[in-house]
């Protein structure tokens, strides 16, 4: 802060209080490393007297410290005024921005869901949000980690036939949620139904990443196991006669399957001994 002549007391910067959260108020000091002080609440704004501070042509640092309110979020302009004895009042909007943030509060079901490799699955996450969402609210899945051309899906009910779909991109699916009421109050539960890459075997280890507007992002790497099996269609290798045991059976190749095959269930096969 600059003047046209060395101030000589009074120095007062006023804070709107509206947009300071109440419990925190308001401190200043002259340097980053010095010892705050604290502003005195008034009507409307919080007074920082400036003792042993003078404002002169060359400039002075002041240093202020406050947290918004809870319900703001995004660009924030802070009125405050900044006076001195015998000099005209200079009122200023502050620019601040007010960055929100995602909580995990559980996934659903709580324990690690399991599916076999090829087939879909789901996964609930339970969010809470620090404040009211302002907009582009978005669940983000790596593509990496779906079976290549099967379908995303979300719902607000743990039931795929009614579930939306998700958008593909480059490199992630994204399930716009921002229909959903994140007021800062109430958890929101999202389910997401996908089927994994079936090259995986075991974890999943694929991160979900919560965004919106203003806020900062959230990475959940929810625990999914994914189960491999054995691929029954393949034919035995023919053994042909054992040359030194002239007496030893052979088996020739594999005649069957004989039933239906299932993905990941028992298959019955006949052989030729």
């Not at 196991?225 to 040359?243: C, E, M, T, W």
Request: charged share 10%; proline share 10%.
């Amino acid at each position: 802060i600059s003047a046209t002549a060395q101030t000589n007391g009074s120095e007062v910067i006023a804070v709107h209080s509206a947009e300071v959260d109440p419990s925190k108020g308001v401190q200043w000091a002259a340097t980053p490393e010095a010892m705050t002080l604290p502003c005195t609440l008034g009507p409307q704004y919080y007074y920082c007297v400036l003792n042993g501070v003078h404002f002169n042509t060359s400039g002075t640092a002041v240093y202020l410290f406050l947290n918004p309110a809870p319900a703001l979020l995004g660009v924030v302009l802070v009125p405050m005024s900044i006076n001195a004895g015998f000099v005209q009042s200079l009122d200023i909007l502050v620019d601040v921005v007010v960055w929100g943030s995602f909580t995990l509060v559980q996934t659903v079901p709580t324990y690690p869901p399991t599916t076999t490799a090829t087939l879909p699955t789901w996964i609930g996450l339970t969010l809470s949000s620090a404040g009211p969402t302002v907009g582009g609210e978005v669940v983000r899945i790596p593509s990496s980690k779906v079976s290549s051309g099967t379908p995303v899906q979300w719902n607000i009910v743990a039931n795929v036939t009614s579930a939306l779909q998700c958008n593909a991109t480059y490199l992630y699916y994204d399930c716009d949620i921002s229909s959903l009421p994140f007021d800062g109050v109430n958890p929101v539960t999202v389910y997401l139904f996908f089927t994994p890459d079936p090259t995986t075997v075991g974890p999943l280890d694929a991160t979900f990443i919560v965004k919106g507007s203003f806020f900062q992002p959230l990475n959940v790497t929810p625990t999914i196991y994914v189960i491999g099996f054995l691929d029954p269609n393949r034919p035995a290798v023919p053994y042909g006669q054992h040359s030194v045991l002239y007496t030893a059976p052979y088996i020739a190749d594999a005649r069957g399957p004989t039933s239906t095959v299932i993905a990941g269930k028992l298959v019955k096969m006949s052989y030729s001994l």
